[in-house]
């Protein structure tokens, strides 16, 4: 059977649809814009068929496109593993993981060192971010794998479990709350309240422990970032909810106080993200398992 593409074809047409421009996707390649652009070309002439939209100098991709990339990315996986196997080479290249911020700050790097004492070799770039922007990039193949908070149903992702997670609310060792061994609704109403953005796992998690009385709270600052959030309770601002992960030597230190309300459910769960089509390598499938010993 003869082939009547190129490897190089597939990794321009997967790095242009990445950057949905062609100067951007030759950067990444190090290749000239010439040599990409006519790569690209002749992709589609040899095929007769068109990838890509063109809207002015950006390129999106199109019906034809889309049924073409996940296919792609997963066959340039495939040749990559075939060519770690044909150079008896077991060393792991790059892996690009995702997390989201309590994984990512509290979790990953311990994961990572790990991993990189097993495979010296490899490079691990880590992209920290909240769970939708993670689902986001692994949806568009940026991402090798996600680490994520928040639960997903998405047709192109396979999400499976990796881990229990507990939520705790705190606050200032000085909060009129602090006295308190037990919030009971009223509380949880009549407080002021610092909280993790929308698209967030945590934000998620918070919003199902609240059913019934979510429309009542008093939502008084949306922030990004959990150790904001730390600072802000520590200033007496009011009262939060995070992953007791991110909290532990807080609690320690005293610098902040753990709250209770048993009566509202704060359990949640991590989990893989992974999109469907893509070629599941050797470096992924190690990551996975130094994620499950921890």
């Not at 790990?114 to 992209?127: Q, R």
């Not at 929308?198 to 150790?227: C, V, W, Y």
Request: with cysteine; hydrophobic share 45%.
């Amino acid at each position: 059977m003869n082939i009547h593409f190129t490897l190089r074809q597939l990794q321009v047409f997967l790095a242009v649809a990445s950057h949905e421009n062609v100067s951007h996707a030759a950067a990444e390649l190090a290749l000239s814009q010439s040599a990409t652009s006519t790569a690209l070309k002749q992709l589609e002439q040899q095929f007769d068929l068109l990838l890509f939209d063109r809207i002015g100098k950006r390129l999106q991709l199109n019906e034809q496109g889309v049924a073409l990339r996940a296919k792609a990315a997963a066959l340039i996986d495939g040749a990559e593993e075939l060519e770690n196997t044909l150079v008896q080479n077991n060393e792991i290249g790059e892996l690009k993981v995702g997390a989201t911020l309590t994984i990512g700050n509290y979790l990953a790097i311990g994961i990572m060192a790990e991993f990189m004492k097993e495979h010296p070799a490899a490079k691990v770039a880590l992209n920290v971010e909240n769970t939708a922007a993670i689902a986001a990039k692994v949806r568009n193949f940026e991402l090798d794998i996600g680490l994520i908070e928040g639960e997903l149903q998405e047709p192109d992702l396979d999400v499976s479990y990796w881990r229990e997670d507990e939520l705790s609310l705190f606050c200032a060792p000085e909060h009129p709350l602090a006295k308190n061994s037990v919030l009971d609704d009223e509380d949880l109403i009549d407080a002021q309240w610092i909280v993790r953005e929308q698209g967030s796992g945590t934000r998620q998690a918070f919003d199902r422990a609240m059913t019934g009385i979510l429309p009542n709270l008093k939502l008084k600052l949306e922030l990004q970032h959990t150790e904001g959030i730390k600072r802000a309770v520590e200033a007496g601002m009011g009262i939060s909810c995070l992953s007791r992960i991110a909290l532990e030597d807080a609690f320690k230190r005293g610098t902040l106080i753990p709250l209770k309300a048993p009566h509202r459910n704060w359990n949640r769960k991590f989990y893989f993200i992974l999109h469907r089509q893509k070629f599941l390598g050797g470096g992924v499938r190690s990551w996975m398992q130094h994620c499950r010993k921890i």
